[in-house]
């Protein structure tokens, strides 16, 4: 990673502008996950203890144009100060006079949440004179928000313009892990895709093929390209318009693609279907894959014995229904039991690792689906880009 970060710059008596991913599930009001809370501690303690005062932004789901309490970064304030264990201001805006008075009166050690960037339209067009708003209130700009970085934003790209920007530890942590995928990976090196489409994942399935010794393909993403060898997947979801991408990928890719062997498949998509398991060219007329079958998981395990580095980005099956989620939690078990570096890429991977009780044993989960996807891609994220190089 060749961008300064927090520990590159005086902090002393400065008033730090630090963009964290916030963007947290609520219900009724109340933070319902904290990770990604929990995942800006390190930042936020390290950046207090050098004496700086600090100004927080983030923005939070989809506002329909202006402000809406049912947006408010207040819950998220409020979880912050019980886990640092001290006050915090919650600021009304995110920029603007009221906002500029608070920061006037800030000492050292004192924690302000601003609200909302999403609450001003201009966020999302990456509007200058908002950035530049957002600037005037710190001294040093830290991006901590990962989850963010692919999106050119006010608070992500355009803020870096006016302030000296930094990355905060979790966004260093996340461009070193996927750094490894992408820059210089150790082999053997094992990468998992799946998911639903193929069309999402066309740009990552050859990049990561291009380092990779082998690529496991799985979820809906499996069934096109089982499709394109000729297979019968009857009402399996299969891309029509993918299936010329997949034979393509097949010819170049030959042995390097691993796809499923066996299934579980459901006479409908519902939670409580009919199931049974056969292998991939058995499928019966009015049936559809929607997991990984045993002879499968055998052979991701034989595929990954001896990994030095694995990645990880989207689920094998439905893991959203009990009855589909063996396949995808027995390969988040395979790879909490490997000796190789495992780094998860964020979204339903990191929800599949959680869920099956696995996520302290991987070396990195992303906290950054999208963000995760466009770095694996080789794609330059806006958020790192603007950030200062060593």
């Known amino acids: 990673m060749n961008k300064k970060t927090v520990k590159d710059i005086d902090l002393k008596n400065k008033r730090v502008l630090m963009r964290v991913d916030f ?11 904290d990770k990604r809370i929990k995942a800006a501690l390190p930042t936020i303690e390290y950046i207090l203890d050098q004496g700086a005062s600090l100004l ?38 995110c920029v603007g006079a009221e906002v500029e ?32 708003q957002m600037a005037a209130l710190g001294d040093v ?17 355009g803020v870096a313009r006016f302030l000296p920007a930094v990355s905060g530890f979790l966004m260093e942590q996340e461009l070193e892990y996927l750094g490894k995928a992408v820059a210089n990976p150790e ?18 399935v050859e990049t990561l093929a291009a380092k990779c010794d082998k690529l496991i393909i799985g979820g809906g993403m499996a069934n096109t390209f089982l499709s394109a060898k000729g297979l019968n997947m009857q009402d399996s979801l299969v891309e029509a318009e993918a299936l010329d991408t997949a034979r393509t990928l097949l010819g170049k890719l030959g042995d390097k693609l691993v796809l499923p062997v066996d299934a579980v498949i459901a006479d409908k998509f519902d939670a409580e279907a009919n199931s049974q398991v056969v292998d991939v060219d058995a499928i019966p007329a009015g ?3 929607l997991d990984a079958g045993p002879k499968t998981i055998e052979l991701y395990k034989s595929t990954l014995a001896d990994a030095k580095l694995i990645v990880w980005n989207g689920p094998v099956g439905v893991f959203e229904m ?10 988040a078990r395979l790879l909490a039991e490997s000796d190789a570096v495992t780094v998860i890429g964020g979204g339903d991977s990191a929800s599949a690792v959680k869920k099956a009780g696995v996520a302290k044993q991987m070396t990195h989960v992303s906290t950054g689906g999208g963000a995760s996807l466009e770095f694996l891609e080789g794609r330059e994220l806006p958020g790192v880009a603007a950030l200062l190089d060593k």
């Open 23 to 33: 963007n947290v599930p609520m219900a009724d009001g109340k933070v319902t996950d």
């Open 187 to 204: 082999h053997p090196y094992i990468a998992i895709l799946g998911g639903a489409k193929i069309s999402d994942k066309i740009l990552v």
């Open 101 to 132: 008075a608070i920061v006037k009166s800030l000492k050292p050690g004192d924690v302000v949440m601003l609200e909302n960037t999403r609450f001003h339209a201009g966020e999302e067009k990456n509007d200058l004179d908002l950035a530049k």
């Open 287 to 289: 049936w559809r894959m």
């Open 322 to 331: 009990p009855k589909f989620a063996e396949g995808t939690f027995a390969l």
């Open 56 to 93: 927080l932004m983030s923005h939070l789901g989809r506002p329909k144009g202006g402000s809406d309490p049912a947006f408010s970064l207040r819950a998220a304030s409020e979880t912050l100060s019980t886990l640092i264990n001290r006050p915090i201001t919650m600021a009304p805006d």
């Open 141 to 157: 700009y830290v991006n901590d928000a990962f989850g963010s970085a692919h999106r050119a934003h006010s608070s992500t790209e």
